[in-house]
T-cell receptor, first 113, second 106 residues
Framework: SQTIHQWPATLVQPVGSPLSLECTVE??????LYWYRQAAGRGLQLLFYSVGIGQISSEVPQNLSASRPQDRQFILSSKKLLLSDSGFYLC????????????FGSGTRLTVV | RKEVEQDPGPFNVPEGATVAFNCTYS??????FFWYRQDCRKEPKLLMS???SGNEDGRFTAQLNRASQYISLLIRDSKLSDSATYLC???????FGAGTRLTVKP
């Protein structure tokens, strides 16, 4: 069966510090991968998606970046965090071209202080 | 206009009530639709897909109206455990609605 792992679960980082969140998927090949952010009391905002290794599409211009160094690994990064980067970051995967919906990781709750 | 919009909520209903949520989408080319449930401080989990002919899963019924570009979720005989935020998703755009919060009270 397919599983998605996301870590860390909770993170408190100072303004201006770097960020690296990792997401890995097991049990499938060539998944579509997504990064979403959910601000407190808000909906899910799509940040990045990837349909293959090295292929990244950005939805919202900001100081975040994403990379996909391996088929089932998706990384969200920032060189310098802002207070507004605080939120609940969710990685998700789906089977490309097949409308089975998305499966989410357990999320990382980031607080920038 | 937002690409995916939901009833603002919150919905506060007594146990046993029937409650319905709507979700409108703007992209008429959208093909896949879903309802997710999100518990407080947890990740969203797929509740059910929405098929063109409508579909039912126990107390939950999902329907699609392509002409008016909306999907709906009906929950019958509400349980306390149904309390959560319900998000709609439109697969073509990878967009989610902001969610509708449901609280079922004894």
């Amino acid at each position: 069966s397919q599983t998605i792992h996301q870590w860390p679960a909770t993170l408190v980082q100072p303004v201006g510090s770097p960020l690296s969140l990792e997401c890995t998927v097991e049990g499938t090949s060539n998944p579509n991968l997504y990064w979403y952010r959910q601000a407190a009391g808000r909906g899910l905002q799509l940040l990045f998606y990837s349909v293959g290794i090295g292929q990244i599409s950005s939805e919202v211009p900001q100081n975040l970046s994403a990379s996909r160094p391996q088929d089932r690994q998706f990384i969200l990064s920032s060189k310098k965090l802002l207070l507004s980067d605080s939120g609940f970051y969710l990685c998700a995967w789906s089977v490309g071209g097949v409308p089975y919906g998305y499966t989410f990781g357990s999320g990382t709750r980031l607080t920038v202080v | 206009r937002k690409e995916v919009e939901q009833d603002p909520g919150p919905f506060n209903v007594p146990e046993g009530a029937t409650v319905a949520f709507n979700c409108t989408y703007s992209n008429s080319a959208s093909q896949s639709f879903f309802w997710y449930r999100q518990d407080c401080r947890k990740e969203p989990k797929l509740l059910m897909s929405v098929y063109s002919s409508g579909n039912e899963d126990g107390r939950f019924t999902a329907q699609l109206n392509r002409a008016s570009q909306y999907i709906s979720l009906l929950i019958r005989d509400s349980k306390l455990s149904d309390s959560a935020t319900y998000l709609c998703a439109v697969s073509f755009d990878m967009r989610f609605g902001a969610g509708t919060r449901l609280t079922v009270k004894p």
